[in-house]
């Protein structure tokens, strides 16, 4: 399969010491990936690297099939779109002309101003369109929103946007993800979304990349993450292998999984059912649970920092 | 790269210290010549003999003038490296720099976009800021002591190009620790560090070869010495014409070391990580 973006043993480090080791990522056309990490996990500097801002030690990227040894890397970095860590906007200009600036930078030419106006609307900042108010005296949200602007200017295939909800408020957030959503799925746009507020990702993400100190811990889509997140039933027993035994005679091999003291069962089950006949059985179960996993347990039970029941 | 120039250029001229820098460049233009009138007045008032008086009206030229602000070592010439450094480098401070980048534009091309920028900004700025100085004191001054011929006239605009050779080296200089620096108070230190230095190493090596050296090789080199040194100029506008020896001293080592900085910057730039 060819990946709109893919990351090959992508290694990075400062001063001896490794931010990034062995990355593979895969981004396909049209998926919108969400990138999850604690602070500091390396997330910013795997788009630093993606977006040609830094030099990676080990390793390489592809962006649209080329890699980025070859010259041929800038022509594909034109279909991209990105906000780095933060908007990178002229704070002295106002934010029409900011957009006009990038429009000059990318050497569009023909109707400028439609497509500033365009743009402006687009990220729900229209009114500013006709304003002089310099972008030093906008809020984060509104810097925000121009930083994705100018992201769109270019008309991307691959818009990369790290931390884009960072500032906004809560309107502001549901906006810029119906905007990301609406842009997957009319232009058939394809995303790299960093966050660590994986409940927000959760919305919008077709795909995760789960990074932890410096690596990939799991590639994962979200039928699977749904998958692993999806509610189960723990049952204890002292007779481990009657209880085995019986539950696999009612439950789908594929939903039922041993543990060390008895079964956990996912899907569907009529409890009242497997419980009878359990108790039918002579049975004596120690204990039963229930367990809904959020997808921040899955999480944590990946970088290991939590207790994934 | 035209794209990028042309929004270079865009940015910086709609910066609000490009109008503080025209102000300035115009302030001093006028207030220079006034000064010096002034002071001659005064001392018109004071002095007893009008011997030293003769002496200072001679020297007191609107040609001294001219070559006296057209150069890094005057007033505008400190100032001017201090405003386009801060201006450039506000790509880098705002993060302006990553949206070149990542939308496909290649680092040689930013970079000569940079000096290209650099280099109008600082000749445009230095050229008429000394042709107004020029101006302004055509009315309080002669242009030189001796009636003007075509002869100046032609020293007059090889003066220009060379010193605007000067401005070229400055350029490359300064876009040199711009780019390594990213951050225009850095750039700025190093670069009156460098300036500062050369200007020093200008002084003695002046003072050296005002008593002929009997060594004919010792004052070759103090004279080359004295020649390449940008930041004196001190071939430039100081006679009436240029001779080919001293040409060649200054000529040389500028385009010398204007291609080494800028290859520097080049290099510097391609491997430095933006955050």
């Known amino acids: 399969m060819s990946y709109l973006l893919e990351t090959v043993s992508l290694s990075k480090h400062y001063k001896k010491q490794w931010v990034l080791k062995d990355v593979n990522m895969h981004v396909a056309k049209g998926d919108i990936y969400g990138f999850v990490g604690e602070n500091g996990s390396g997330k910013t500097t795997v788009i630093r690297l993606v977006t040609g801002l830094i030099a990676a030690n080990e390793g390489h990227v592809s962006l649209f099939g080329v890699r980025d040894d070859d010259p041929k890397i800038l022509e594909s970095r034109k279909k991209v779109g990105a906000i780095v860590e933060s908007p990178s906007i002229y704070l002295n200009m106002s934010a029409a002309d900011n957009l006009r600036m990038q429009c000059t930078i990318l050497g569009i030419k023909q109707n400028v101003e439609e497509k500033v106006k365009n743009v402006l609307s687009e990220v729900g900042l229209l009114e500013q369109y006709e304003s002089k108010?310099?972008?030093?005296?906008?809020?984060?949200?509104?810097?925000q929103r121009l930083g994705i602007g100018m992201a769109l200017l270019g008309e991307p295939e691959f818009i990369i946007l790290d931390e884009p909800m960072n500032g906004l408020d809560p309107a502001g957030i549901v906006e810029i993800r119906e905007l990301i959503l609406r842009l997957n799925g009319e232009k058939q746009i394809t995303f790299l979304i960093s966050s660590h507020i994986l409940s927000e990702l959760a919305l919008v993400a077709t795909k995760y990349g789960i990074i932890s100190k410096g690596k990939i811990v799991k590639e994962i889509t979200t039928d699977e993450l749904r998958r692993e997140c999806r509610p189960s039933v723990i049952i204890n027993a002292k007779d481990k292998e009657a209880l085995r035994a019986l539950v696999g005679e009612v439950v789908p091999l594929e939903d039922c999984f041993m543990t060390a003291h008895?079964?956990?069962v996912y899907g569907e089950v009529n409890l009242n059912e497997l419980f009878s006949r359990i108790i039918n059985a002579g049975i004596l179960m120690e204990s039963v649970y229930c367990n809904k996993p959020s997808i921040e347990d899955y999480y944590l039970s990946l970088i290991g920092g939590g207790n994934h029941a | 790269m035209l794209d990028l120039l042309k929004a270079d250029l865009k940015r910086a001229i709609k910066d609000r210290l490009f109008i503080v820098l025209c102000i300035i460049a115009g302030a001093f233009a006028v207030i220079t010549p006034l000064l010096y009138k002034g002071m001659l007045v005064l001392l018109e008032w004071t002095m007893a003999s009008t011997e030293g008086l003769e002496m200072?009206?001679?020297?007191?030229?609107?040609?001294?003038?001219?070559?006296?602000?057209?150069?890094?070592?005057?007033?505008?010439?400190?100032?001017?490296?201090?405003?386009?450094?801060?201006?450039?480098?506000?790509?880098?401070?705002?993060?302006?720099?990553?949206?070149?980048?990542?939308?496909?534009?290649?680092?040689?091309?930013?970079?000569?976009?940079?000096?290209?920028?650099?280099?109008?900004?600082t000749c445009a700025f230095m050229l008429a800021h000394a042709l107004l100085t020029l101006l302004v004191s055509l009315i309080f001054f002669e242009y030189q002591s001796t009636p003007f011929s075509w002869g100046d006239f032609g020293y007059l605009m090889a003066s220009i190009g060379l010193q605007l050779l000067c401005c070229l080296f400055v350029c490359a200089l300064l876009t040199f620790f711009i780019v390594f620096m990213k951050n225009a108070g850095l750039a700025i230190v190093m670069y009156f560090v460098v300036s500062f230095l050369m200007t020093i190493v200008g002084s003695i090596t002046q003072t050296m070869v005002m008593p002929v050296p009997p060594d004919e090789i010792a004052y070759n080199v103090l004279e080359f010495f004295n020649a390449a040194n940008v930041f004196m100029s001190s071939i430039i506008g100081s006679g009436t014409t240029y001779?080919?020896?001293?040409?060649?001293?200054?000529?040389?080592?500028?385009?010398?070391?204007?291609?080494?900085?800028?290859?520097?910057?080049?290099?510097?730039?391609?491997?430095?990580?933006?955050?």
Do not use: H, W
């Not at chain 2, 040389?252 to 070391?257: D, E, G, I, N, S």
């Open chain 1, 262 to 264: 008895g079964v956990r």
């Open chain 1, 133 to 143: 108010k310099n972008v030093a005296n906008f809020s984060l949200g509104m810097r």
């Open chain 2, 243 to 275: 001779q080919l020896k001293e040409l060649l001293y200054f000529l040389l080592p500028t385009v010398a070391f204007t291609a080494i900085f800028v290859t520097l910057g080049l290099v510097a730039f391609r491997k430095k990580d933006l955050k």
């Open chain 2, 56 to 121: 200072f009206e001679l020297t007191m030229t609107a040609k001294s003038m001219f070559f006296g602000t057209f150069s890094f070592g005057g007033d505008f010439g400190l100032i001017l490296p201090i405003f386009v450094a801060i201006i450039l480098c506000k790509d880098f401070s705002n993060g302006t720099i990553r949206n070149k980048i990542t939308c496909g534009k290649s680092r040689r091309s930013i970079y000569f976009s940079l000096l290209i920028t650099c280099s109008i900004l």
